[in-house]
């Protein structure tokens, strides 16, 4: 039987197919590939550390004293048990619930004076989303203006959940606390890595595709193929 000689330029035509087939599939495996993404937890310095911190590297000792661990009488409250009274007065619009804010903040347990965390201890500002403080911080923090200072006696419903976890992986000390908070403005939130890295193989997958469509030439029919191409604006008898 007859073999027609495979020409040169076909078997070029192949290879870039196959090449282009194998490049695409690498990226759809790429893209389809299971994301574990875990932020990394940052470790929680016990209480003794916090104050040997801000001991040794605060030039304002006073600033992490506990200050009154009792609501005052006369200080404001809610109707959820929230007490606090304006340090500073700011300006502007509040945050809303859906936003991502700056804060400068001093915590302390309520029954002890125990100091549970300063962003002054890293000297920064901390950004956080108003949907993952604690109730607390939640409804203070949409009372306050930009700039403003408060101090929050805040009782333990509105604290910290640890119903059920140790020590260690529980987010904060229950019980009753105290906070002076510092609202500097809202900011924009952190991206997702999940959709970062999504949206870098998507832009690979592109760059890729355009590539080898421009490298790429469309296959020379055989010379001895002489069956007229399918048309759909053709009958196929004729």
Request: charged share 25%; with cysteine.
């Amino acid at each position: 039987s007859f073999v027609a000689p495979r020409s040169p330029v076909m078997a070029r035509r192949t290879g870039h197919v196959r090449g282009g087939t194998l490049a695409l599939a690498l990226c759809a495996w790429v893209l389809c590939r299971p994301l574990n993404f875990t932020a990394p937890k940052a470790p929680i310095p016990r209480a003794s550390q916090l104050v040997r911190f801000a001991e040794e590297g605060s030039p304002a000792r006073s600033r992490f004293d506990p200050p009154e661990l009792q609501a005052p009488v006369l200080c404001e409250r809610s109707s959820t048990g929230l007490a606090w009274q304006v340090l500073e007065k700011g300006q502007g619009s509040p945050p809303l619930l859906s936003d991502t804010v700056l804060v400068r903040y001093t915590g302390w347990r309520a029954g002890d004076g125990q100091l549970i965390d300063s962003s002054y201890l890293r000297q920064g500002d901390t950004k956080v989303k108003m949907t993952s403080v604690i109730p607390g911080w939640k409804e203070g923090l949409q009372m306050m203006s930009p700039g403003e200072k408060r101090r929050f006696w805040i009782p333990a419903d509105l604290g910290f959940v640890t119903d059920g976890m140790d020590e260690e992986e529980a987010p904060g000390p229950p019980g009753d606390l105290v906070y002076d908070v510092e609202f500097v403005g809202v900011t924009e939130p952190e991206a997702d890595p999940i959709f970062v890295y999504v949206g870098v193989a998507a832009v690979f997958l592109f760059t890729l595709t355009s590539i080898y469509a421009l490298v790429a030439e469309e296959p020379e029919r055989p010379e001895y193929d002489t069956q007229a191409p399918f048309s759909f604006f053709e009958r196929p008898d004729k």
